[in-house]
């Protein structure tokens, strides 16, 4: 995380971020020497943040699914335990992985257009976001 007016620097790259970011591992993953994070900069990061906090909002949603449609009514503790053997933890689990795909494509397509409308360090920062999140 970086917190706001803190300078980070991951490996060689100076982040000069004014929000809260949670990009860590992608900024150490493909760290360009000497980059200096522009504004233009500064706005794509945002847009992904933004991204990544929807995604992990919607997961927090979905994970509570089951419990409300489990135990949202009252029943016997034999027909509970019946009625959570036969939830479709399957469909749960595909609708859990999907929030990840979705998040990774949205992603994906921010690095793409950043990754076309930057130029040096920023733009080979871009191409490997877009390549590590395709």
């Not at 200096?36 to 945002?46: H, I």
């Not at 943040?49 to 029943?75: C, D, M, T, W």
């Not at 998040?103 to 930057?118: C, H, K, M, P, Q």
């Amino acid at each position: 995380m970086i917190n706001k007016g803190v300078h980070i620097v991951y490996g060689d790259a100076l982040l000069l971020h004014n929000e809260r970011l949670n990009m860590a591992g992608v900024m150490s993953y493909c760290r360009i020497q000497n980059m200096e994070v522009s504004s233009k900069m500064k706005g794509y990061l945002d847009r992904i943040h933004s991204k990544v906090e929807l995604g992990n909002y919607l997961a927090i949603a979905i994970s509570s699914v089951p419990l409300i449609q489990l135990f949202s009514e009252r029943v016997r503790p034999h027909k509970l335990i019946k009625n959570i053997g036969e939830y479709d933890w399957e469909e749960f689990g595909q609708a859990m992985r999907s929030v990840h795909e979705i998040t990774r494509v949205e992603v994906n397509t921010i690095a793409d257009e950043a990754r076309l409308f930057s130029n040096s360090k920023e733009s080979k920062f871009w191409k490997c976001v877009y390549e590590a999140t395709r």
